[in-house]
């Protein structure tokens, strides 16, 4: 039997259960943003995204533009680091630039919206949190597994999908911008995001293993 995050995936085993990723505890305790700046989280996985990172190097007059007071908290991975600082430098952008973030669950906690890659991990995380999300899905997953997880949220009405080959500064400037600015909309992914939460997938999944054993 496959433990699932989504009722789509069990089309593709013979045998499934929806039991959902297991996600820090940490996850689920974080309470919903009150007050601060709009503040978008960026990041691509402990090794960066490259296609990501350079979208927003692109995106960010843009968005000092459009958002006034926009903070933006990135982590780039070690690859990019240096030359994604000095693009924000440059463009006087409101933000901190990390090669990684050790407390993610803190570093959400101070997001109205996220921009990420949509591996399993990270969207189990996302709607433990309960966070609006734009997703890029990385093209070359196995069986493209991310946008597997990409729609089934944006299905939801938790996120919004953006292919990788249609990552263009103008349109991710738009699209974070109709976001973030809309609070009602913003609250009404972030509910939807919550409401694919699976808070007992661990002992649903030890559950599963318990009954295999003879």
Request: overall charge negative; some cysteine.
């Amino acid at each position: 039997v496959a433990a699932v995050h989504f009722e789509e995936t069990c089309e593709y085993f013979p045998r499934c259960k929806v039991t959902g990723v297991p996600v820090r505890e940490a996850f689920f305790r974080i309470p919903p943003k009150n007050g601060g700046p709009p503040t978008l989280l960026v990041f691509g996985g402990s090794q960066g995204a490259r296609a990501i990172n350079q979208a927003m190097v692109e995106s960010l007059p843009g968005l000092r533009e459009r958002i006034p007071g926009l903070h933006i908290i990135h982590q780039t991975g070690q690859r990019d680091y240096d030359s994604v600082l000095a693009a924000y430098e440059k463009a006087r952008a409101a933000g901190e630039v990390h090669k990684f973030i050790d407390d993610m669950p803190a570093t959400f906690a101070r997001a109205d919206l996220l921009v990420c890659r949509s591996g399993a991990s990270s969207v189990a995380e996302i709607a433990a949190a309960g966070k609006a999300a734009i997703f890029v899905p990385f093209p070359r997953a196995a069986d493209d597994h991310q946008n597997v997880n990409a729609r089934a949220l944006e299905r939801a009405g938790a996120a919004i999908v953006v292919e990788e080959s249609n990552l263009e500064a103008a349109y991710l400037v738009d699209t974070i911008a109709a976001v973030i600015g809309d609070p009602r909309r913003l609250q009404a992914m972030s509910a939807a995001a919550k409401s694919l939460a699976h808070p007992k997938a661990v002992e649903e999944i030890a559950s599963m293993v318990e009954a295999l054993i003879p």
